[in-house]
């Protein structure tokens, strides 16, 4: 072998062993960069897995704020049923019963009003509120108008939970 062809072959194998290094080298950075970004998944599922307790955390407090607050128109209500066979005369215990009743709608309309559900309102009728649920003829009323509700519809927090069930007039 030549002189000329030893070194060509010598270079060669230098080339080889360049390229060769530069692979190895690419190839520890890229298990270095996936080894980043497996562990900033990692991260964020344990971020997510942590936030998603938090948020039930809230959601129960929640719940357990609203229970407590509804604790006491149970009470009432049992206290109700309790006292009304100790009362003898009947007219006095219907009365009695209605006015506990009506203290106790106080007491559960105050919790909702505390927990942002209101009533919906009732001016004139508006889909978005309000489910027809029957059409009258009646002169005494406007074309539209609300002539009587069935049921009462709900918002919280200006988040329609139930709509109204109303009766519209028809002409």
């Known amino acids: 072998m030549s002189k000329k062809q030893h070194k060509n072959n010598h270079e060669e194998k230098e080339n080889e062993n360049s390229k060769e290094n530069e692979i190895l080298k ?3 950075e890229l298990k270095a960069k ?3 970004a497996l562990r900033a998944y990692a991260k964020c ?4 897995k942590i936030l998603q307790k938090e948020a039930d955390a809230y959601a129960d407090y929640a719940y357990e704020k609203f229970a407590k607050d509804l604790l006491p128109v149970l009470d ?4 109700a049923i309790a006292h009304s066979g100790d009362i ?4 006095e215990a219907f009365d009695k019963l209605l006015e506990g009743v009506e203290l106790t709608l106080k ?8 927990h942002g559900i209101e009533a919906v309102e009732h001016e004139e009728f508006n889909p978005e509120f309000h489910q027809a649920i029957q059409h009258v003829q009646s002169d005494e009323h406007n074309e539209g108008e609300i002539v009587d ?3 009462k519809g709900y918002k919280l927090k200006n988040k329609l939970i139930r709509p109204s069930m109303v009766t519209i007039n028809k002409k």
């Open 76 to 79: 009432s209500l049992e206290l």
């Open 34 to 36: 996936l080894d980043e």
């Open 26 to 28: 690419e190839n520890e």
């Open 88 to 91: 003898e005369d009947k007219a």
């Open 107 to 114: 007491k559960m309309t105050d919790v909702f009003k505390n």
């Open 45 to 48: 599922e344990n971020d997510k």
């Open 149 to 151: 509700i069935y049921q």
